[in-house]
């Protein structure tokens, strides 16, 4: 079958990749979607199930970091556009391994540009799409927004490696023309998140009556957002935002850690027949993460302007949703939190 354009996605084994990979496969039947991934811990196959028999959708696994393999796939493959997920995404793992980060964050990337440089010859008919975070703005007090125009102040090793990779791609856009669009988005919760970030790590101990880790004294605030109101944004920064262009997302929706658990524990006592108080007890706090950001909010009238995007869902919606994805999908958490996906990797392709 003959396809109009080969759209590459990186990183679509991942929480928001495997989003991104079902809402592309599923919406546009006349583009093949390839997805690479080095299927870190973090990258899990089960996220894809039920996309990865459609004829429009292939998976190589791969690392972002080898050049030669990054340069030989734009090669054969001539790809329309690139949607640039693939990461080392967790801070408090880049501040026991700034390394990995590196590695992957800012050469993988540049790996990238450099490869899809030599497959662009009519600059306007491609792009290269970079998903990044709003951790690059570093930190914000009581007040205040993060606009598309704050100035970069990362302060974890993982903030400092998206904001370089940020920096690559727009001085790759300066320097080469090549055509590019980027966007920063506020922290992500839904289905198939690894249950190391808080949402699903609150909810997989709870589910098993283990302590809940609250950092400090819970009082960080984040601006949440459903990921599949991230993924809507995604398709459509990728298919009407102005190249050269950067595009904030976010939910609008701050939280200090402590009232967003303790907003957990009631929905999850609900769901589990407990009474009142009964997850609450699990709350337990535990020392800072070093050098803590106190507060993201992101202003996101840009993107709600140009392009028309908002949220789809009310938070209590969207945690709701989640928190009954994961009690439904208990095999998953077991897999993914034992490692015993491989195993399904090597039954169903003969992947190690
Ligand atoms: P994730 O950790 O769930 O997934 C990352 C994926 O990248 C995994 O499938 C992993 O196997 C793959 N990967 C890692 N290193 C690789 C390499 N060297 N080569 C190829 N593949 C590799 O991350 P996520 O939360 O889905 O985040 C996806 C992207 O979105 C990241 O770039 C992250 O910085 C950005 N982002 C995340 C959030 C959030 O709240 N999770 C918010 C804003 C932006
Ligand atoms: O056990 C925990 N206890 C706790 O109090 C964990 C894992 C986190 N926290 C705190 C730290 C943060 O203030 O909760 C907040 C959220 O932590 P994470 O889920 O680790 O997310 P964060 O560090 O804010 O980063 C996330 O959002 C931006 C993603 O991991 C990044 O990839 C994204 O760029």
Same mark, same amino acid.
């Given at each position: 079958?003959?396809? *109009?354009?080969?759209?590459?996605?990186?990183?679509? =084994?991942?929480?928001?990749?495997?989003? %991104?990979?079902?809402?592309?496969?599923?919406?546009?039947?006349n583009c093949l979607i390839i997805n690479i991934d080095k299927l870190t811990?973090?990258? !899990?196959?089960?996220?894809?199930?039920?996309?990865?028999?459609?004829?429009?959708?292939?998976?190589?696994?791969?690392?972002?970091?080898?050049?030669?393999?990054?340069?030989?796939?734009?090669?054969?493959?001539?790809?329309?556009?690139?949607?640039?997920? =693939?990461? *080392?995404?967790?801070?408090?793992?880049?501040?026991?391994?700034?390394?990995?980060?590196?590695?992957?964050?800012?050469?993988?990337? =540049?790996?990238?540009?450099?490869?899809?440089?030599?497959?662009?010859?009519?600059?306007? @008919?491609?792009?290269?799409?970079?998903?990044?975070?709003?951790?690059? $703005?570093?930190?914000?007090?009581?007040?205040?927004?993060?606009? *598309?125009?704050?100035?970069?102040?990362?302060?974890?090793?993982?903030? =400092?490696?998206?904001?370089?990779?940020?920096?690559? %791609?727009?001085? /790759?856009?300066? &320097?080469?023309? #090549?055509?590019?669009?980027?966007?920063?988005?506020?922290?992500? /919760?839904?289905?198939?998140?690894?249950?190391?970030?808080? #949402? +699903?790590?609150?909810?997989?101990?709870?589910?098993?009556?283990? +302590?809940?880790?609250?950092?400090? @004294?819970?009082?960080?605030?984040?601006?949440?957002?459903? %990921?599949?109101?991230?993924?809507?944004?995604?398709?459509?920064?990728?298919?009407?935002?102005?190249?050269?262009?950067? $595009?904030?997302?976010?939910?609008? !929706?701050?939280?200090?850690?402590?009232?967003?658990?303790?907003?957990?524990?009631?929905?999850?006592?609900?769901?589990?027949?407990?009474?009142?108080?009964?997850?609450?007890?699990?709350?337990?706090?535990?020392?800072?993460?070093?050098?803590?950001?106190?507060? /993201?909010?992101?202003?996101?009238?840009?993107?709600?302007?140009?392009?028309?995007?908002? +949220?789809?869902?009310?938070?209590?919606?969207?945690? *709701?949703?989640?928190?009954?994805?994961?009690?439904?999908?208990?095999?998953?958490?077991?897999?993914? &939190?034992?490692?015993? /996906?491989?195993?399904?990797?090597?039954?169903? $392709?003969? #992947?190690?």
């Amino acid at each position: 079958m003959m396809f *109009e354009k080969k759209i590459l996605i990186t990183g679509g =084994a991942g929480f928001i990749g495997s989003h %991104v990979i079902r809402r592309f496969v599923n919406n546009y039947s006349n583009c093949l979607i390839i997805n690479i991934d080095k299927l870190t811990y973090a990258g !899990n196959l089960e996220n894809l199930k039920e996309i990865e028999t459609k004829s429009n959708y292939r998976f190589v696994k791969g690392d972002i970091v080898d050049a030669d393999f990054i340069f030989k796939l734009f090669e054969e493959h001539q790809f329309d556009g690139v949607i640039h997920l =693939a990461a *080392e995404s967790h801070v408090d793992r880049s501040i026991s391994n700034p390394i990995e980060f590196i590695n992957t964050n800012i050469i993988g990337t =540049a790996n990238l540009l450099n490869a899809f440089r030599s497959i662009c010859k009519n600059t306007d @008919e491609k792009r290269f799409y970079h998903v990044s975070t709003d951790e690059v $703005y570093g930190s914000l007090g009581e007040s205040g927004f993060f606009t *598309e125009e704050t100035s970069y102040d990362p302060r974890s090793p993982y903030s =400092a490696s998206k904001a370089s990779s940020d920096h690559l %791609v727009r001085a /790759y856009h300066h &320097t080469f023309k #090549i055509p590019v669009v980027i966007s920063n988005c506020s922290n992500n /919760y839904g289905s198939h998140q690894f249950p190391e970030k808080l #949402i +699903p790590l609150a909810i997989n101990n709870i589910k098993n009556n283990k +302590p809940v880790p609250v950092y400090g @004294e819970g009082v960080n605030i984040r601006d949440w957002l459903f %990921v599949e109101d991230h993924a809507l944004a995604i398709d459509m920064i990728y298919h009407k935002g102005k190249i050269g262009e950067t $595009y904030n997302i976010g939910g609008s !929706n701050e939280w200090k850690n402590i009232d967003l658990i303790h907003k957990l524990c009631e929905i999850m006592d609900k769901k589990l027949n407990r009474l009142a108080g009964t997850s609450a007890k699990l709350i337990t706090f535990v020392k800072d993460r070093a050098g803590h950001d106190l507060r /993201y909010a992101i202003d996101s009238s840009k993107i709600q302007a140009a392009l028309g995007w908002k +949220p789809s869902v009310t938070f209590e919606q969207g945690l *709701e949703k989640t928190v009954d994805w994961y009690l439904a999908n208990e095999a998953w958490l077991n897999h993914i &939190t034992s490692g015993a /996906y491989k195993t399904y990797y090597k039954q169903q $392709y003969n #992947i190690a």
